[in-house]
C-alpha cells in the first residue's frame, strides 16, 4: 500500500524580526518528528530515569528487565528510533502493598521520556491479569469501588505527562478467565463486558477529558467486533481500537494482516497496532494456543532468523502505515534481555548489539520517510515549499530557527526567525 496519505506540502513565508518577508535568502530545513506513532515499550527505562543502581528482584516480573550497565546506550538507540513509550501499570506491580502505589518512579519515568520529546502512554488501567493478590477476596462492590479509584488517581496525577492510556485490556476473556483467581473477572462477571468498559472510560474521561483513551484486546475475532458495537451502541466515547499482534508463531503475512485491519478500520476509528512481536529465532509451535503456556530454557536469536525479522519488520510496518485507519504501532520489546517469555523478539540482542532489523526499521523511519537537514532558497515573497511526512520540522537562517508543523488539510503558515 502506498504512503502517500501520510505526505503533504505546505508553502511557508519566512519572516525577519520586524515582519518583513526574508526574500532570496538561503535557509535550512529539518525533519524532527513523525506525526505518525511509531512506539515501543519503555519498560527498561524505568530504572535509568530513576538513577538505580541496583534490579528492584521483590517487583513482579514484567517484560523490560535489561540489565542496568547497559542501559544509556540502549536508551541511545531506543530514542533514535521511537517517538512513542508505553510505561507498565499492571496494578498488582503498581501497588503490591494497598495504599502504596509506585507513582512517584513512573512519574520520572513518564517525565524522562516526555524531556526527549516521546509521547508517553500508561498500559493498562483495567485487567483482570496481574491484578493485586490482596483484592481477590474483597466484596464485588468493594472491587468496582477500588477500581474506580485506581483509574482516577493515576490519570489524575500523571495528567499532562501521560495523555493517552489503554483504558482497559482484554475485555473479551476477562469474565470467563481461569487462569487464576482474581477480583476484576469477578467484577467483570457480575456487571457484564460493556458495563465494565463504560466503568473504565467513565472514570478515566472525567479525570482527563482531554485524554485519549484505548480499547485494547488480543482476541482479534469477531466476538472483539461484536463487544466493540456493543461500546459503541452504548454511547461509549472511545478514541482508539487497540490490536494486539504477537506473532511468536510466525509473521501473519500483509494480506492476512491488512485484512484484519480492514474489519476494524469499518467503526470509523483510530487503529493503535498496540503489541507486536516478530522473533529472530525458532518459531514457537502451531499448537500452543495460550503464548504463555510456552516455557523452554534457551530461546535464542539466530543469523537466519535476524534475517527473516528484519524483512518481516520492513514488510509489516510499510503494509500498516500504508493503511489510512491506523496511526499507531508499538512493537512490544526493544532488547531481548529480560524479554517477554524470553524469546528472541526484540531489536537488539541480549548482549547490547542491534540486530539487522533494527537497521533495517531504521532506515525505513529516519531515512525513507524522512527529510534531513535540506538547504533551500525563499523565493521573492519570502516563501519556501516544504514536502515531507506529517510531523515537526525547524527552519534555521544563520542561527535563528522557528519550528513548523506539516500536517494534514494545513497548507500555507508563517514563521518569523527573530
Not at 32 to 49: C, K, M, R, T, V
Not at 223 to 245: N, R
Not at 374 to 382: F, K, P
Amino acid at each position: 500500500m502506498s504512503v502517500d496519505h501520510r505526505r503533504g506540502t505546505m508553502q511557508i513565508r519566512v519572516l525577519d524580526a520586524v515582519g518583513d518577508p526574508v526574500r532570496n535568502a538561503h535557509v535550512t530545513v529539518e525533519q524532527q518528528s513523525h506525526e505518525f506513532a511509531f512506539g515501543n515499550i519503555g519498560f527498561d527505562f524505568i530504572p535509568l530515569a530513576n538513577g538505580e543502581t541496583a534490579q528492584d528482584t521483590a517487583a513482579e516480573p514484567v517484560p523490560g528487565g535489561a540489565q542496568l550497565d547497559g542501559l544509556p546506550e540502549l536508551g541511545t538507540m531506543w530514542l533514535d528510533l521511537f517517538n512513542t513509550a508505553t510505561l507498565p501499570f499492571y496494578w498488582r506491580g503498581f501497588e503490591p502493598t494497598r495504599g502504596k502505589p509506585d507513582t512517584q518512579r513512573l512519574l520520572r519515568a513518564a517525565s524522562w521520556f516526555a524531556e526527549h520529546g516521546v509521547t508517553v502512554k500508561g498500559h493498562p488501567l483495567t485487567w483482570h491479569t496481574l491484578a493485586p493478590e490482596w483484592l481477590t477476596g474483597l466484596p464485588v462492590a468493594e472491587i468496582e469501588r477500588l477500581q474506580r479509584e485506581r483509574i482516577r488517581r493515576e490519570v489524575t496525577n500523571f495528567s499532562g505527562v501521560i495523555d493517552t492510556w489503554d483504558a482497559i485490556n482484554e475485555v473479551v476473556i476477562m469474565p470467563v478467565f481461569t487462569a487464576e483467581d482474581n477480583g476484576i473477572t469477578r467484577l467483570a462477571q457480575s456487571i457484564g463486558r460493556v458495563p465494565m468498559i463504560q466503568l473504565a472510560f467513565e472514570e478515566a474521561r472525567a479525570a482527563n477529558p482531554s485524554a485519549t483513551l484505548v480499547l485494547n484486546d488480543f482476541d482479534l475475532s469477531t466476538d472483539y467486533e461484536a463487544l466493540i458495537e456493543g461500546v459503541l451502541e452504548a454511547g461509549i466515547a472511545v478514541d482508539a481500537i487497540g490490536l494486539q499482534t504477537h506473532m511468536h508463531q510466525g509473521y501473519w503475512g500483509e494480506e492476512t494482516m491488512l485484512a484484519m485491519v480492514d474489519r476494524f478500520a469499518r467503526f470509523g476509528l483510530p487503529l493503535h497496532l498496540t503489541e507486536t512481536t516478530l522473533l529472530s529465532g525458532d518459531l514457537m509451535p502451531p499448537e500452543i494456543v495460550d503464548l504463555n503456556d510456552y516455557q523452554i530454557p534457551s530461546w535464542p536469536s539466530t543469523p537466519g532468523g535476524e534475517a527473516r525479522q528484519a524483512d518481516e519488520i520492513v514488510r509489516h510496518y510499510r503494509s500498516l502505515v500504508g493503511h489510512p485507519a491506523v496511526h499507531a504501532i508499538t512493537y512490544w520489546g526493544f532488547t531481548d534481555d529480560g524479554a517477554w517469555l524470553g524469546a528472541p523478539g526484540g531489536m537488539v540482542r541480549a548482549d547490547g548489539t542491534p540486530k539487522p532489523s533494527f537497521h533495517a526499521l531504521r532506515s525505513l523511519i529516519k531515512d525513507e520517510w524522512w527529510l534531513p537537514r535540506t538547504s533551500m532558497r525563499t523565493n521573492h515573497d519570502g516563501q519556501v515549499s516544504i514536502a515531507g511526512f506529517f510531523g515537526d520540522y525547524v527552519i534555521t537562517r544563520d542561527g535563528r530557527s522557528a519550528p513548523v508543523s506539516l500536517s494534514r488539510g494545513r497548507e500555507t503558515d508563517a514563521i518569523r526567525l527573530c
